[in-house]
C-alpha cells in the first residue's frame, strides 16, 4: 500500500502544533476534564516557542533544501525578533544576543553556554520535526538532527535527543497505520539510533515500562520530569508508544502527567501524527489552531521538496 505521505506530513506538523498549544493549556487546567472543557471553550490554540522555532527549521530546510546552520540561526533570530513573548527559554536569545554583539557564528554562541559545556534542554528535540520528515529517508539523518541541534544546543546530550527524536517521526512517518504497530522494532531503532549512555539508559527503561504496562505517572516519574531532554524525550515517547493507535489519547498522556507539558505534547504529537496522519487529529481542534494556514504551507513545502 502506498502511504499518505501529504496527510502524514500534515499531520506530523499539525499534531506537533496542538501538543504544543494544549500542553500549554494543561499548565492551567492540569486534569483531564478541565483541559479538555479549555479546549472546547477556547476560540484559538495558541502555540508556543515549540512551533515558533519547527516552523523556522522548516523554512529554512524548505528554501536551502539542506541543513545550513547559519541560516537556520537568522531565522531563528529573526522570529524571536518578532515575536518574543512566545516562551523562550533563557538559551536561544542568549545565542542570538551573542552572535549579534560578536559576530561569532551561531554553533560558536550555543558551544559558549553553561560555562562551555552547551545546552542539553529538550529545545532541539521540540522542533525537529520538520527535519525528521525532510531526512527520513537520508543514511545522514543523525547528523542533519544533531548539527540543527547544535545552533543552540551544543552539549553532546541535546544534539542526541534531536537525533532521536528526529528519527522517531522518520520511523513513524515510514510506518503503514493499518497495519499492527511494530513496537519491538520502532524501539530497537531507536536504541540503535541514540549515542549517548543517558539517552540509552533512559530508552532501555522505557522499553521495560512499556512492556510492564506500568501507568503514566509512574512512567513519568521513573523517566523523569525536567526539561533535560532525557528528563523528557523519553515520557513524550512512552505517550506516543502507549496510545499509538489514537492521537488524542497520545496527546492527555503527554500533557497530563506533570513536566514540561507543551513541548511533550510538542514531541509526542509529532510523532503520532507523523504515523497516524492529518485524518487522526481531531478537527474541531484542528480549525482553533493559529496559523494553521502557515504550518500546513510549512508542512506542504517540505512535502514538495523530500516526498518519493
Ligand atoms: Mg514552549
Given amino acids: 500500500m502506498r502511504l499518505d505521505f501529504k496527510g502524514k506530513y500534515l499531520g506530523c506538523l499539525i499534531g506537533s502544533a496542538l501538543g504544543d498549544a494544549i ?11 478541565r483541559l479538555e472543557s479549555a479546549v472546547k471553550q477556547a476560540k484559538i490554540l495558541h502555540y508556543t516557542d515549540d512551533t515558533a522555532m519547527a516552523l523556522g527549521l522548516a523554512e529554512s530546510l524548505a528554501e536551502r533544501g539542506l541543513l545550513d546552520q547559519e541560516h537556520l540561526g537568522r ?49 532541539a528535540a ?30 553532546p546530550l541535546g544534539r542526541d535527543g534531536a537525533a532521536v527524536q528526529a528519527l522517531a517521526v522518520a520511523q513513524a512517518l515510514k510506518l503503514d497505520p493499518e497495519k499492527p504497530f511494530p ?5 530497537k531503532d531507536l536504541l540503535a ?31 523523569g520530569r525536567s526539561v533535560a531532554v532525557h528528563e523528557s524525550l523519553p515520557f513524550a515517547l512512552f ?18 502527567n506533570g513536566g514540561d507539558r507543551d513541548t511533550l505534547g510538542a514531541m509526542a ?22 496559523n494553521r494556514e502557515v504550518i500546513e504551507r510549512a508542512a506542504l513545502a517540505l512535502l514538495k521538496r523530500t516526498a518519493p
Fill in 23 to 33: 500542553g500549554e493549556l494543561a499548565f492551567r487546567f492540569p486534569d483531564r476534564n
Fill in 75 to 123: 531565522i531563528f533570530h529573526r522570529n524571536f525578533f518578532n515575536e518574543p513573548w512566545r516562551g523562550y527559554a533563557a538559551g536561544p536569545p542568549t545565542v542570538f544576543k551573542a552572535v549579534q554583539g560578536t559576530g561569532i557564528s551561531f554553533v560558536e554562541a550555543a558551544r559558549r553556554l553553561f560555562g562551555g559545556t552547551g545546552s542539553f534542554g529538550n529545545g
Fill in 126 to 155: 521540540m522542533r525537529v520535526a520538520p527535519l525528521g520528515l525532510f531526512f527520513h529517508d537520508s543514511p545522514n539523518l543523525y547528523e542533519q538532527a544533531a548539527a540543527s541541534a547544535a545552533v543552540t544546543h551544543a552539549h
Fill in 183 to 187: 513496537l519491538e522494532d520502532f524501539l
Fill in 193 to 223: 539510533g541514540a549515542r549517548t549512555q543517558e539517552m540509552r539508559e533512559k530508552l532501555q527503561i522505557l522499553r521495560d515500562l512499556l512492556v510492564s504496562a506500568v501507568p503514566a505517572g509512574e512512567a513519568a516519574r521513573t523517566l
Fill in 239 to 256: 505517550a506516543f508508544l502507549s496510545h499509538p493507535r489514537a492521537y488524542p489519547d497520545c496527546l492527555w498522556c503527554a500533557v497530563l
Fill in 269 to 290: 504529537g509529532a510523532v503520532s501524527g507523523a504515523y497516524l496522519g492529518l485524518a487522526a487529529i481531531p478537527p474541531e481542534w484542528q480549525e482553533k489552531l493559529e
